[in-house]
């Protein structure tokens, strides 16, 4: 039974469901609500990418080939920080008007500023260079263009993909979200061809184990390279073209509207990052085959699932790079103006980030150096942001209605001594020779 009526003038259906209930429900309402979800969805797809780069790629491919599917609930667990830091960063935005390093320029003195700064910016330089590396393999792999120039020709894609804001921030997310989207695509096509257990997907998935002391060096290594600085700063700017002249209960708003944006980009991540593992798992380690790099990844699946795999494969790292280094430049950027303000040309302050990495790559330097070099680097910058980013979110006299419960705070705290104490792990492991 379906019969259809008027309430305060707006379209709507009641149902028969059976058992003597009936459900009504207003369709323009329902309709109302996906219209504005979907008009605050597109900053987390574009922090997302920070998730999926190719550092992920590599940390996934060793995990999984090495271990099999034992390391898939580090992907869980680092998930979960990411998806708390990143919403207490859209928080900031959304309470304030500014992005974290403004808000950092207005309350801290000019010497912690500065150093701020200097910080930040370096680690959006080492982040631009893992992610340069990662679009100039993927150029190389499915095109054989010498990794100088495959180097030069991301830098210019990048840069187009940056200049394309000047026709607004949407524009941008569109282009970035559909990177997102093809990464999914190629990393779907290769569980299919993959096969796995599903069941030990899942175990493995819920269920901690470390096998050795190796196995905690590479969960070491995913948890510490899943949070990234860069995008803490960026996210509480990318919220901003959301924003207007708001009361508390609008801020409330925007922020659950934004923390649905947060859960459904990063899950997407997450699923993504999951799939490197299980993929590399059922491909590699069953064959008794530890990979140690991309290309090797890359070269080892054409014999072994076919070149439809290594193609999907080569154009989602492609993709990752192209994108990740669009973010990385975009962070940059916003750490120029924010900390300092430094009047600098838009161009010059993209280039300033982007340029480091072509030149490393131009020297001819190796990859894997370079991108446990930029690690290093991120390991030691990481704090710069979490910390005062739980500083002035705890702030009511700031933040207003959503100033952190103390909850929230406790649960940050504990997030951030975390993400350090693995950080320093990393930190040591590497200058001992051990990682």
Not at 62 to 81: D, E, H, P, R
């Amino acid at each position: 039974m379906l019969r259809e009526a008027k309430i305060q003038g707006a379209s709507a259906q009641t149902v028969d469901v059976g058992f003597g209930r009936i459900v009504t429900y207003d369709r323009s309402r329902v309709f109302n609500r996906l219209r504005q979800f979907l008009m605050y969805l597109g900053p987390a797809f574009i922090v997302s990418v920070a998730y999926i780069d190719p550092g992920n790629f590599a940390t996934n491919i060793s995990g999984g080939s090495k271990f099999n599917y034992s390391l898939l609930w580090v992907i869980l667990w680092s998930n979960l920080m990411a998806i708390f830091l990143q919403s207490i960063s859209a928080k900031l935005g959304i309470a304030t008007g500014a992005n974290l390093p403004e808000m950092c320029a207005r309350l801290f003195t000019q010497k912690t500023n500065w150093f701020f700064w200097i910080g930040a910016e370096i680690a959006a330089m080492a982040t631009d260079l893992a992610e340069f590396l990662g679009g100039a393999l993927g150029l190389y792999l499915l095109f054989k263009i010498p990794l100088v120039y495959a180097g030069a020709l991301t830098g210019v894609l990048t840069f187009f993909i940056i200049f394309l804001e000047r026709y607004g921030q949407r524009v941008v997310e569109a282009v970035i979200t559909g990177m997102v989207a093809v990464i999914t695509v190629a990393y779907t096509i290769e569980l299919f061809l993959a096969k796995p257990d599903w069941a030990q997907v899942g175990l493995h998935t819920l269920v901690p184990s470390l096998p050795n002391g190796e196995a905690v060096l590479i969960a070491v290594g995913m948890l510490g390279a899943t949070v990234m600085p860069h995008v803490i700063y960026l996210h509480s700017q990318l919220v901003q073209c959301r924003k207007t002249i708001q009361t508390d209960i609008q801020k409330l708003k925007h922020f659950k509207l934004e923390m649905m944006d947060i859960i459904l980009a990063m899950n997407i991540a997450f699923l993504v990052n999951a799939a490197m593992v299980v993929v590399s798992a059922s491909v590699f380690f069953t064959r008794s085959m530890a990979v140690e790099s991309i290309e090797q990844a890359h070269q080892s699946l054409t014999p072994l699932l076919g070149s439809l795999s290594s193609g999907a494969f080569a154009i989602a790292l492609l993709a990752s790079g192209l994108s990740s280094s669009a973010v990385g430049t975009l962070a940059g950027q916003t750490i120029m103006k924010g900390f300092v303000n430094l009047n600098i040309p838009l161009t010059v302050r993209r280039l300033v980030t982007m340029v480091p990495a072509m030149v490393i790559i131009s020297l001819g330097i190796d990859p894997i150096k370079a991108l446990v070099m930029s690690q290093v680097v991120l390991s030691f910058a990481l704090p710069l942001a979490i910390v005062p980013l739980m500083l002035i979110t705890k702030r009511k006299d700031i933040m207003g209605a959503l100033v952190n419960k103390p909850l929230t705070n406790v649960i940050g705290w504990v997030i951030t001594m975390i993400i350090v104490s693995i950080n320093a792990v990393l930190l040591y492991l590497t200058f001992t020779g051990n990682a």
